[in-house]
């Protein structure tokens, strides 16, 4: 083994297990200095393969830089430590160490230039954030944790299948671009799409996350489903088939989030939706197209993690989640108030922020590639976004009619994370530069536009008025969302419950007639062979000769013949 590099995810998933053996400030020291030090080994590793070690003849890349898997990294990085200081005060020791773990697999994923290793990060990854979850301490959450786990060893199953079946037919366990040509990638490609919350399973992410505790909601926020985009970018950048697929999450999670009257589940359910963008960009998988999605990608989990963080800090001080139970908090909650509506306003492309100099790149390209259905759909989305997230979740939970709460402003440390996030989506719309710069190709694109501006502030111009003047058929009640969820929490458990019910008699009769010849063919050998059966007895050794010397008689009548 030639080693020349260290797996930066690493340092997170073996520092975690070192949280719970420190109290006080040496445990604050080490869950913030342990993703600054994950951040700083990220940029010093170059391009190209750094660790190499031979596993059952194949060769395996532990670590491989790139340009794209050190955007990923940096952001998964950042957002360690931001996730980290909001949860610094509140989080038990598990959800630190499940948390760490969980991150530090993303960082792994990043640099795998193997499909083995990818694949041994891809499950550390839904077992860390499954912990994170089961950690709030609720039944909710524990029954929560279960489905997701279910889902996601599916998804491992399918893409241990992809992986096996690729390997055996190209003779290479290297990740790279792939062709959809073979039952292998293809079986890849649907491993990767669970995670990104691609239907018919998009319902897993609106279950699971809305149960975590506030701050295990800002980690699973950022990781599982930009995962899966970082591998999508890399392995099948340019598949015709995304395209559709991504176009389907965008509308869908407008569609369930427009409807939604719980919170952290209208943030889940545009989760899908943003990340509907990004696949829809692979899938298109011009230059312009994929510098979008990693670029949206990186501001996307700044924004979000900022609005689940103004979404938990509501819970942690009010206990409740519902719409219809909060409003008026802007009033003892100003600062929470104000960082929740930059973060939805990020979501929303609005100038000057980081979802600006983003998501326009991905729209931009379909534009440019003639995509004029796809375009559309997309600017559709757009405003979407803004009447889900830009206006609706800040609008019910801080600003509508006073509820009567007055709860005291989140705790300090969670308003330094989320100071933090806003203050990064601002810097990244004023001056986009910087994550430019890091992006997979050159960037010859311009958001600020005469033309961009223009357009932009009529969709949200529009699309804010129309919010305001359909409020009353926006405001929620307390009903239930039907997802695709129910087909296997419901519809299933009840159609087998049915079938057993009323299959099992008539199964018992279609079997009984071939059972009942069974077991008289079976009695009828006891009865002869059994320990009292004739030919169970004890025979004279003459008997035996003479039964012997029959045979050999007849045996030699039959040959003669």
Not at 173 to 199: H, K, Q, V, Y
Not at 503 to 524: C, D, E, I, K, Y
Request: proline residues 5%; charged residues 10%.
């Amino acid at each position: 083994m030639a080693i020349s590099g260290l797996p930066p995810g690493l340092v997170l998933i073996v520092g975690a297990f070192l949280i719970p053996a420190l109290r006080g400030r040496a445990r604050d020291a080490l869950v913030l200095g342990l993703p600054l030090l994950t951040l700083a080994l990220v940029w010093t590793i170059p391009d190209g393969v750094q660790l190499q070690a031979d596993f059952l003849g194949y060769s395996l890349e532990p670590v491989r830089g790139s340009t794209v898997g050190r955007l990923f990294a940096t952001v998964f990085s950042i957002m360690s430590f931001a996730g980290a200081i909001y949860a610094l005060r509140q989080a038990r020791a598990l959800e630190l160490v499940a948390a760490f773990v969980y991150a530090g697999s993303a960082i792994g994923v990043t640099f795998a230039g193997d499909l083995i290793t990818l694949f041994v990060f891809w499950e550390i990854m839904a077992l860390g954030s499954t912990v994170v979850i089961w950690a709030a301490g609720t039944e909710s959450a524990y029954q929560a944790s279960m489905r997701y786990l279910l889902v996601h060893l599916l998804g491992g199953v399918l893409l241990m299948f992809g992986i096996a079946a690729h390997v055996g037919s190209t003779g290479s366990a290297a990740f790279g671009p792939m062709e959809l040509n073979s039952i292998g990638t293809w079986f890849i490609l649907a491993g990767f799409l669970i995670n990104a919350g691609a239907p018919p399973l998009s319902a897993w992410i609106a279950d699971a996350y809305p149960e975590a505790s506030p701050s295990g909601a800002v980690f699973l926020s950022a990781f599982t489903t930009k995962t899966a985009v970082y591998t999508l970018l890399v392995a099948f950048a340019g598949a015709s088939i995304l395209v559709p697929i991504g176009l389907y999450m965008a509308l869908y999670g407008i569609f369930y989030a427009l409807m939604e009257n719980d919170a952290r589940r209208i943030l889940a359910y545009s989760i899908v939706n943003q990340v509907g963008f990004m696949v829809t960009g692979i899938g298109i998988g011009t230059t312009l197209a994929l510098n979008g999605v990693a670029a949206h990608a990186f501001a996307h989990i700044i924004y979000k993690g900022l609005l689940f963080m103004a979404a938990g800090g509501v819970l942690f001080r009010t206990g409740k989640r519902l719409c219809t139970d909060l409003g008026g908090l802007f009033r003892t909650m100003p600062w929470t108030a104000l960082f929740g509506t930059v973060g939805a306003i990020a979501i929303s492309s609005f100038p000057f922020t980081s979802g600006f100099v983003s998501k326009s790149m991905i729209n931009q390209a379909a534009a440019y590639e003639n995509m004029v259905i796809v375009w559309f759909l997309l600017t559709a989305a757009s405003a979407g976004v803004f009447l889900h997230a830009g206006i609706k979740f800040p609008w019910f939970v801080f600003f509508q009619k006073d509820s009567g709460l007055r709860p005291p402003e989140s705790p300090r440390n969670m308003q330094a994370a989320m100071a933090f996030f806003a203050f990064l989506c601002i810097f990244l719309g004023v001056y986009p530069a910087p994550l430019y710069a890091m992006l997979p190709y050159p960037v010859e694109y311009v958001p600020y536009t005469v033309e961009h501006l223009v357009s932009q502030f009529q969709l949200l111009l529009f699309a804010g008025l129309a919010f305001f003047v359909m409020l009353p058929m926006m405001r929620r009640t307390t009903t239930l969302t039907l997802d695709w969820d129910w087909s296997y929490r419901r519809f299933g458990p009840r159609v087998a419950a049915t079938l057993t019910a009323y299959g099992a008699p008539a199964w018992n009769q279609l079997l009984s007639a071939p059972r009942n010849r069974f077991r008289a063919v079976v009695g009828g050998l006891f009865r002869t062979h059994g320990p009292h059966g004739p030919l169970a007895r004890s025979w004279p050794i003459g008997s035996m000769v003479f039964w012997v010397g029959v045979m050999l008689g007849a045996y030699l009548i039959l040959a003669l013949v």
